[in-house]
């Protein structure tokens, strides 16, 4: 079965710095990895996918998400976050053709 | 281009009361998908549907709730007879099955039974 594990409920960082959201999956075939955004009251946007090819991919909003297989891991980062990052964040997995796996979340608080 | 139109946006309802959301997926999207989202549990996926078809429907709750696509452009979601429990925000989704399957979610309907 597969699942999404993101072991950071919450992250505070301070404006201008770099942010990294963990992202663990257990899947047993080649993964299609998703990365989503909530902002307060709003739906879930994609902030960028993958799905083969170069391990890191680049998404919208200055994020960009490195695939390591061997870690099972797909971690998101930014290098200078800025106030309106503020918001949920979400790791997602699932098949081609199939639904997705999403994780518990990370909220994101920016300070100034 | 339009994305996915959920409504009502809000609604507040009392216990017992019939609860109906509608969905309008993103046009020439043949999957469509209803999740639920709570503090405790997250984001559930309740139903899916391609084609107009449920595929899907492990995670209905239970039989109060039920989900229909009587065409490509519209899909309901019923709750009968509505609980304080089922009190969450409820996401409509669509995909296209043919090449990269990016889920587009709209943007809720917030639901609190009182």
């Known amino acids: 079965a597969q699942s999404v594990t993101q072991p950071d409920i919450h992250i505070t960082v301070s404006e201008g710095a770099s942010l990294e959201l963990r992202c663990n999956y257990s899947?047993?075939?080649?993964?299609?990895l998703f990365w989503y955004v909530q902002s307060p009251g709003q739906g879930l946007q994609l902030l960028l996918k993958?799905?083969?090819?170069?391990?890191l991919v680049q998404g919208i909003k200055g994020f960009e998400a490195e695939f390591k297989r061997s870690q099972s891991s797909f971690n998101l980062r930014k290098p200078s976050v800025h106030w309106s990052d503020a918001a949920e964040y979400f790791c997602?997995?699932?098949?081609?053709?199939?639904?997705?796996?999403f994780g518990a979340g990370t909220q994101v608080v920016v300070t100034p | 281009d339009a994305g996915v139109i959920q409504s009502p946006r809000h609604e507040v309802t009392e216990m017992g009361q019939e609860v109906t959301l509608r969905c309008k997926p993103i046009?020439?999207?043949?999957?469509l998908f209803w999740y639920r989202q709570t503090m405790m549990r997250g984001l559930e996926l309740l139903i899916y549907?391609?084609?107009?078809?449920?595929?899907?429907d492990s995670g209905m709750p239970e039989d109060r709730f039920s989900a229909k696509m009587p065409n490509a452009s519209f899909s309901t979601l019923k709750i009968q007879p509505s609980e304080p429990r089922d009190s969450a925000v409820y996401f409509c989704?669509?995909?296209?099955?043919?090449?990269?399957?990016?889920?587009?979610f709209g943007e809720g309907s917030w639901l609190t039974v009182v």
């Open positions: 989704a669509s995909r296209v099955s043919t090449g990269i399957n990016t889920i587009y």
């Open positions: 899947y047993g075939a080649t993964p299609y």
């Open positions: 993958y799905f083969s090819g170069d391990t």
């Open positions: 997602a997995v699932g098949s081609r053709g199939g639904k997705l796996q």
């Open positions: 046009s020439g999207h043949d999957y």
């Open positions: 549907f391609n084609n107009n078809v449920p595929i899907d």
